[in-house]
């Protein structure tokens, strides 16, 4: 396979996959081994306040990192802290760029990203998920915007939902205040973040909001179905189980019922008239088939969408481009599809 691969998904088999690990790549393989040594605990026997405060695959990158001493963040890349007001409070906002302060000319404003960090709706934070928007931002010349959200169960659902879009539509009202341009934004998300991410789009055409030129869902939560292939094949994989899956939705959801809204179940959402979306994919991971699922489910709607399944990688790859190459081509590509709807210089994919 290639590095970008627009590979067909695993054959399915009767139970869990124990060989799983024997089809990753090595570098993918080095990250994962980082983490084992820093021995986090299974997050789905903790509780919400032990599991954030485990160590995270991010955490394995950086070690990886530390020990081919490279530097991450020698990246030219600028960032500031601020708040955006929520629903239920102020949400901690990161800005990342070549350019984050104010400007009144609208010749300079440049393109904004709003992104949504991973985690279940549960764990995670900004600073966990530093690496994806960082490396957005240096590959597009954008401006990102990476946004927190409250977290369950504290804040069960549909608080993440939103403070994610009330987060977008600051954004598009406030993009000129930092130098942003207010007509062409997108949004991207990782994971819980890429269900948000969607959720935010479909509000926006529902609210008559400026809509996202382009949404980039990465191994987006996008159904309901614990039983799908992927499910079946990487049950017990790393560093995303079904059984942390099914933590999460306790959590967030407080059961499985409310997995059928379609905010979660985002198949049976009404789909029409969103922008075009593309959907990154880990081979090695549960939610694997919820994005061919997607893919399928906004085909049917008539949204222009094309989907990348990334072979010997795992959940959370992306972001890791300074450590795994399968990460930094599916950057590329994000990158790439960013500056495509907003008219810039494209990457070289």
Not at 6 to 16: K, N, Q
Not at 187 to 214: F, H, K, Q
Request: hydrophobic fraction near 40%; aromatic fraction near 6%; proline fraction near 6%.
């Amino acid at each position: 396979m290639t590095p970008l691969d627009h590979a067909s998904d695993t054959p399915a088999h009767l139970g869990p996959r124990a060989d799983w690990a024997d089809h990753l790549d090595a570098d993918m393989k080095a990250v994962l081994d980082a983490l084992s040594d820093l021995r986090p605990q299974a997050i789905e026997t903790l509780t919400p306040e032990e599991a954030r405060r485990q160590p995270t695959l991010a955490d394995g990158a950086m070690e990886v990192l530390r020990q081919k001493k490279l530097d991450r963040k020698d990246d030219g890349i600028a960032t500031r802290d601020f708040t955006i007001p929520g629903p239920g409070g102020e949400l901690k906002a990161r800005l990342y760029g070549m350019q984050v302060e104010t400007t009144t000319d609208a010749a300079a404003q440049v393109p904004v990203v709003v992104y949504f960090h991973g985690g279940g709706f549960v764990i995670a934070n900004l600073d966990v998920y530093d690496a994806s928007p960082r490396a957005l931002a240096a590959k597009t010349g954008c401006i990102v915007v990476s946004c927190d959200y409250r977290l369950a169960p504290e804040h069960p659902f549909p608080a993440a939902h939103d403070d994610a879009f009330a987060a977008y539509k600051w954004v598009v009202q406030n993009a000129a205040s930092f130098g942003g341009d207010p007509q062409k934004i997108a949004v991207l998300g990782e994971s819980a973040g890429g269900n948000l991410a969607c959720n935010v789009s479909i509000r926006a055409r529902d609210e008559g909001l400026t809509a996202p030129l382009v949404q980039v869902l990465v191994y987006p939560v996008a159904q309901i179905d614990m039983n799908t292939e992927s499910y079946v094949d990487y049950a017990t994989a790393k560093p995303l189980n079904k059984t942390m899956m099914q933590w999460f939705v306790q959590h967030y959801l407080g059961g499985p019922e409310g997995a059928s809204d379609p905010r979660i179940n985002l198949v049976a959402a009404n789909l029409a008239g969103l922008p075009h979306t593309c959907i990154l994919n880990a081979e090695i991971d549960p939610l694997r088939d919820d994005g061919a699922k997607l893919e399928e489910a906004l085909k049917v709607a008539d949204v222009k969408v094309d989907r990348h399944l990334y072979s010997g990688v795992t959940h959370e790859f992306f972001g890791m481009g300074a450590v795994v190459h399968k990460a930094n081509k599916a950057e590329d590509h994000a990158a790439h599809e960013l500056k495509k709807a907003f008219g810039l210089g494209l990457v070289f994919i």
